[in-house]
Each structure stands twice: as C-alpha cells, then as structure tokens.
C-alpha cells in the first residue's frame, strides 16, 4: 500500500527493523541501568520515527545519543536522572541555536567529501567489529544471564552463522525480506529459550515523571555529557547523515528536506522535549540510515511504522517492554549491525584521489582503534590542511 510518497508494505517493514541493532541494546541497558522509564524512552522514540517519517519522507534514523549513553550506562552513580534530562535539554539547545543562527552550514564547510567517506568508513568498521562481536558471543540475550548451550556449543553463535547465510540468501528478496525473517525467526527462538520466563504480563505504561534539573546538573551534564558528544552529533548525526542520504537517494526534490539544518533543529526541538520527560536523548545517524536502507527501506513509511510498534510497546506493553525488547537474541542483532556496517564502508567506492584515499583511511583508522568519531575527525581536519597547505602529493 502507498499513500503519498510513503510506502507501507513487508520490504518496507523489514527495513525499518534494520537499526534495531543499535537501538535495543542502548535503550535496554539504559532503562536497566539508570532506571528511566520504559514508557518515556519508546513513547519518545516512537513519537520521534513517526514525525522523521512523515517530514522528512524517508528512512531517517532514531538512535541514543551513543557516548551519553555509553557515560551513563558506565557511571551510573554519577550520572543521575536529572543530568541525564539536563544533558537532553542542553544538548538539543545548542543544535537548535546552531540551525536557527545557520551556524551549522559554516561548521558543514569543514567536513569535505574525504572526512565524511572517513567518518562513515569508521564507524562501518565499528559496526562491524561490533556485530561480530555480539554474534561471537557466548550470551544469548543482551540483558546478560548464563550462555545458552547445545551440548557444548553455545546457540548464539550457531544462530548467527545461520542467520548471516539466511540474510545474504534473503538480501534482495521482496517476499522474504531478510531482516523480517531474521527478527521474527529471532524472537521465537528467543522466547523458546525462556526470554519470557517469569515475566509478569502487567499491561499498561510505567510512570512518566516530568524533571526540572537544578544547575549543578546542567553544569555537570555540559562537561560529562554534553562536550564529549558534540563533536560525533556533528559529524555523524548531521553531516554524515545528510550526505549519506544524498549519497544513497540522490540530491533532488526526494531529498530536499534533509539538509544540515533541518536535521539540527529536528534533533534539537526532540531532546529538549525528552529533557523534560526524562528520556533517553537521541540523535539521528549515518549508520542507522546505511541499516535501514540495507533491509528494504526506501520511504518514510518504514519510520511510521516502527514508530508506531514503539508506541504500542510503550503505552500498552511499558511494565514488560524490556522483556520484548531483550527477547531478540545478540545474534540477530550483530547480524544487523555486521550488515548496516557493511553498507557503510561501501561508500567508498567514489573516492578515487590517492590524497583522499589517505584521509579516509586515516579517520577511519583512528575511530576504529579509539571508537572516537570527534578524535577521528579533528585528525582528519589537521592533515587535510596539511596536505593543501605543503601541497604534498600521496
């Protein structure tokens, strides 16, 4: 079915499960750990896909801002509920001041076709290490819990050789498409496997709570939170996701939405109303795109529909959403992030200038061992000048 430019059908639907790789373990560990509440981070999350889809008119990703919430799933004690709104609120103040003064079109002149493809390229090399990583795993679910075995080999890995041959069998297929099987096959095993065992089916959504942060914590959000995530919004959440959307689409009327500032004040105006809810702060992203598309997405109704699956879990499922949400098993989820990673690190075939090429492969190089995108870059920016400045010739 297609209403509009927006397309509702099983491709669609399984291209919008294609970043749930990066989605699920974050927002699991994070409504774990620092105990937000489940209701808050999908109700938002949900509501957040659904208006991407419907503006924007493509596949736009919603992500955790990923070293807020690596910060606050690692610290804990420090990292309490109102710096964590304090850190949304600030956050999406300064985006939104960057869109509206048109700061973020100056910012965007740094970032030349050579830093992006290094951007991209790293953090595909990331996603990769990292899907390899939770298919290698002994652990079946990503709440943690003893390593499920047959015999003597453990599941997890077996079902993510399975399921990576499956995907690639699957990849172009239109009436199996590979992330929908996967997922699906995913959740049934994962629920075989006692997913569910023991988890009371409450209905109704948990306490939404509204936070008004003190000035400690907005002062101890900017330097915990809020300088350390700057650097990869810019160049991954904005820049890398505008090109990558002009690099997958093409630069058109189909495109003419996403550009640096729309995606800034998008961002902006969603996390500081998730300040106030306290809910988990989010962002948009090259990688989840590159997921998305991989799967089958091609419009905004794979948004729509995602984000309407959210909602539901949030409002009607919130007491046993993580349980949902932590079926699926660490497999599944590598085999997503092996595949958006894959798709990222292609975009390097139009780079064919030997100087570019030893940029890329420099910011590439330097995210991947440090998993710094901000590092990364501000590498590549001062050997970029440097190459133009001595005019060296690679």
């Not at 927006?6 to 990066?22: C, I, K, Q, Y």
């Not at 869109?99 to 910012?107: E, F, P, S």
């Not at 740094?110 to 290698?136: D, E, N, P």
């Not at 996390?271 to 990688?287: E, K, L």
């Amino acid at each position: 079915m297609q209403i509009g430019t927006h397309r509702f059908d099983r491709v669609e639907f399984a291209g919008s499960l294609g970043d749930l790789g990066t989605l699920i373990p974050l927002s699991v560990a994070l409504m774990v750990i620092t105990g937000l509440s489940v209701t808050s981070v999908l109700l938002a999350a949900g509501l957040f896909y659904i208006f991407c889809g419907l503006y924007y008119e493509l596949p736009i990703p919603v992500q955790p801002l990923k070293l807020v919430s690596a910060i606050a799933i690692a610290y804990p004690e420090k990292i309490t509920l109102p710096i964590m709104s304090a850190a949304a609120t600030t956050f999406g103040l300064i985006l939104l001041f960057l869109a509206i003064t048109g700061l973020i079109d100056r910012i965007a002149k740094f970032f030349t076709k050579a830093i992006m493809r290094g951007i991209q390229v790293g953090l595909g090399l990331i996603l990769i290490s990292k899907g390899l990583g939770l298919i290698l795993s002994s652990e079946l679910f990503i709440n943690g819990g003893e390593a499920v075995f047959i015999g003597n080999i453990p599941i997890n890995p077996v079902i993510g050789i399975a399921g990576t041959l499956i995907t690639l069998l699957l990849l172009s297929s239109k009436r199996f498409p590979a992330a929908l099987v996967v997922v699906s096959a995913g959740l049934v095993i994962g629920i075989l496997f006692g997913a569910l065992s023991g988890v009371s089916l409450t209905f109704g959504p948990t306490p939404v709570r509204l936070y008004v942060p003190g000035t400690d914590d907005f002062i101890n959000a900017f330097i915990l939170l809020v300088i350390p995530q700057i650097p990869l919004t810019l160049g991954n959440a904005v820049m890398g996701t505008t090109d990558t959307c002009y690099t997958l689409f093409g630069k058109g009327d189909h495109t003419k939405k996403a550009t640096y500032r729309a995606f800034a004040a998008s961002m902006g105006l969603t996390n500081i109303a998730v300040g106030t809810i306290g809910a988990m702060p989010m962002c948009h992203g090259a990688g989840g795109l590159a997921a998305h598309y991989r799967f089958g997405a091609r419009t905004g109704g794979s948004d729509i529909m995602i984000g309407l699956i959210f909602l539901i879990i949030g409002l009607g499922f919130g007491r046993i959403g993580i349980s949902f949400l932590s079926a699926i098993p660490n497999a599944v989820l590598g085999i997503l992030l092996l595949f958006a990673g894959l798709e990222l690190t292609l975009m390097i075939r139009d780079v064919k200038d030997k100087n570019d090429l030893f940029v890329v492969f420099l910011i590439a190089g330097v995210g991947f061992a440090t998993t710094n995108m901000g590092i990364a870059f501000f590498s590549g920016i001062v050997v970029s000048f440097l190459i133009r400045w001595r005019k060296l010739t690679l």
